[in-house]
């Protein structure tokens, strides 16, 4: 079995923290210790692990108060404005234009640039297209011009970029990263928790109908779940950028 990814080790975990409404599972797992007080711990340490976002201090209008986010939310705004103005402008009437200022800087899939890089080009190549004087580059900065992407624009872009030099962060941030790091010791906790009674329930738990409910039926290498912290573009937390 591949390593066990984020969102998989909480749906585990919280399988196996409800398969103790069967008393049969209750009888035999106080052979090994566990009670009351066990059962406790494990959802305290799911509620931690899971829901710690919500710990971080609220700006007021129900959105977090992060480090940066106001900067993030004006970049997603210029990006998603301007991006897509440009492209409906020139795609149908300057084709070519709009071929070299959108190679590589796509708006969807997982290969492409973040959202601050795809803005430092796109403002780059727009002012490269200023230099030239073939009447097809005029045509497309007028065009431009004409939906709103102005000069001014293009300047607002470039500062808002220049702002982010003065974060200490990954390109695309929310959090602060020392702070997020912090926060997930507590899925380090869980899974520990987690490990420990897994394998102490596959010691007493013979049945398999049982071992189904508990989510303890297929083997797991302890070694290959410790290693399973790797994520992928659609995890939850890889767009937070956390350090190594």
């Known amino acids: 079995m591949q390593g066990v990814k984020r969102e998989e080790k909480f749906y585990k975990v919280l399988k196996f923290l409800i398969s103790f409404h069967n008393p049969k599972i209750v009888s035999l797992m106080s052979a090994r210790g566990f009670d009351k007080d066990s059962l406790e711990e494990g ?5 931690k692990a899971a829901g710690w976002m919500f710990e971080f201090p609220s700006s007021g209008d129900g959105s977090f108060k992060t480090t940066g986010s106001r900067l993030l939310a004006q970049i997603e705004q210029w990006e998603n404005t301007w991006f897509d103005v440009a492209d409906a402008a020139l795609s149908h009437k300057c084709p070519q234009i709009h071929q070299d200022l959108f190679i590589n800087i796509s708006a969807e899939g997982n ?3 973040t959202v601050i890089k795809k803005i430092s080009i796109l403002v780059e190549r727009l002012e490269k297209l200023q230099e030239k004087e073939d009447d097809n580059s005029k045509k497309a900065l007028a065009l431009l011009k004409k939906r709103g992407l102005s000069s001014k624009e293009l300047e607002k872009g470039k500062e808002l970029i220049h702002q982010t030099e003065s974060f200490d962060m990954e390109e695309e941030y929310l959090i602060d990263s020392e702070l997020i790091e912090e926060k997930m010791k507590y899925e380090e906790e869980l899974w520990a928790w987690y490990l420990d009674w897994r394998k102490t329930a596959r010691t007493i738990i013979y049945n398999a ?35 190594e």
Not at 43 to 47: K, P, T
Not at 227 to 239: A, H, L, P, V
């Open 43 to 47: 959802w305290n340490n799911l509620r």
């Open 111 to 113: 290969q492409s640039p």
């Open 209 to 243: 109908n049982l071992r189904k409910t508990m989510g303890i039926d297929e083997i797991i290498s302890e070694d290959i779940v410790k290693t399973g912290n790797e994520t992928d573009e659609n995890d939850f937390m890889s767009f937070l950028k956390i350090k």
